[in-house]
T-cell receptor
């Protein structure tokens, strides 16, 4: 069965430090992968999505970047964190569209101090 | 105005009560997802529906496409049902998933 792993679950980082969040999918191949962020009091907002290795689409301009070095690996990064990067980050996947079964990671609560 | 609105934002119930969480949306959709998020935990998909009604155990989800409205019902609620319930819609034109802000449910014994 398909599963999605995301880590770490919580992270406290100083302003200006780098960030790397990792998401991996098991049990299938060629998933569509997504990174979402939830700021306090708001719904999850799409940051990046990828339909294949090396293919990244960005939804909103920001201090973050994403990479997909392998078919089932999706990484969210920043070279220098800002206070405004604090929030809940969620990795998700589907295999064709959101009309099909979807899976979500555990989420990462990032606090930038 | 958000494209996906949930109500109520917060909900408390006594064990055994019947619970209803509502979701209204303003865009054309191809599917609607109900998700559950436990404190400190990840998100679990409960239902994906595009019409009618689905049932899984004590959970029932309904959708009315014409009225752009969906409901999630929990029968015989239990403290372990305490979680945040999130409605998310897949836009029909872009296939992007748009999330509501969630409903925080607490069920007391």
């Amino acid at each position: 069965s398909q599963t999605i792993h995301q880590w770490p679950a919580t992270l406290v980082q100083p302003v200006g430090s780098p960030l790397s969040l990792e998401c991996t999918v098991e049990g299938t191949s060629n998933p569509n992968l997504y990174w979402y962020r939830q700021a306090a009091g708001r719904g999850l907002q799409l940051l990046f999505y990828s339909v294949g290795i090396g293919q990244i689409s960005s939804e909103v301009p920001q201090n973050l970047s994403a990479s997909r070095p392998q078919d089932r690996q999706f990484i969210l990064s920043s070279k220098k964190l800002l206070l405004s990067d604090s929030g809940f980050y969620l990795c998700a996947c589907n295999w064709d569209s959101w009309n099909t079964e979807a899976f979500f990671g555990q989420g990462t609560r990032l606090t930038v101090v | 105005k958000n494209e996906v609105e949930q109500s109520p934002q917060n909900l408390t119930a006594q064990e055994g009560e019947f619970i209803t969480i509502n979701c209204s949306y303003s865009v054309g959709i191809s599917a609607l997802h109900w998700l559950q998020q436990h404190p400190g935990g990840g998100i679990v998909s409960l239902f994906m529906l595009s019409s009618g009604k689905k049932k899984h155990g004590r959970l029932i989800a309904t959708i009315n496409i014409q009225e752009k409205h969906s409901s999630l019902h929990i029968t015989a609620s239990h403290p372990r049902d305490s979680a945040v319930y999130i409605c998310a819609v897949a836009r029909g034109d872009t296939d992007k998933l748009i999330f509501g802000t969630g409903t925080r449910l607490q069920v007391f014994p």
